[in-house]
Nanobody, 121 residues
Framework: QVQLVESGGGSVQAGGSLRLSCVAS????????MGWYRQTPGNERELIAT???????KYSGPGQGRFTISADYSKNTVYLQMNGLKSEDTGLYYC???????????????WGQGTRVTVSS
């Protein structure tokens, strides 16, 4: 299994910044994609951004222009730099990893427990 530990959440005033980190423990697995999702109050979980080992990075609606994803695959770590935070960014932020066992091609999804972000206006 791949275990994910997120950190960096907290409370911040609107306009502030936070940097989320997620470290993956992945014995026997190869990571293909690392990403961040979030669930805001009353809404379903939504994609923020993903970054793949081939260098492809994708952003979805919520954080485009304000959030930046990056990864250090030597440390099995993915980051989410969030600038210009707004009250509507308040929610639970989840790390996601898509990985496969060595020698196998089927991909598996793994999720962290989530780190809470609270933005006050």
């Amino acid at each position: 299994q791949v275990q994910l530990v997120e950190s960096g959440g907290g409370s911040v005033q609107a306009g502030g910044s936070l940097r989320l980190s997620c470290v993956a423990s992945r014995p026997g697995f190869i990571i293909d994609v690392m990403g961040w999702y979030r669930q805001t109050p009353g809404n379903e979980r939504e994609l923020i951004a993903t970054t793949a080992t081939d260098g492809v990075t994708k952003y979805s609606g919520p954080g485009q222009g304000r959030f930046t994803i990056s990864a250090d695959y030597s440390k099995n770590t993915v980051y989410l730099q969030m600038n210009g935070l707004k009250s509507e960014d308040t929610g639970l932020y989840y790390c996601n990893v898509v990985a496969r066992r060595y020698g196998r091609s089927n991909l598996q999804n793994f999720w962290g427990q989530g780190t809470r972000v609270t933005v006050s206006s």
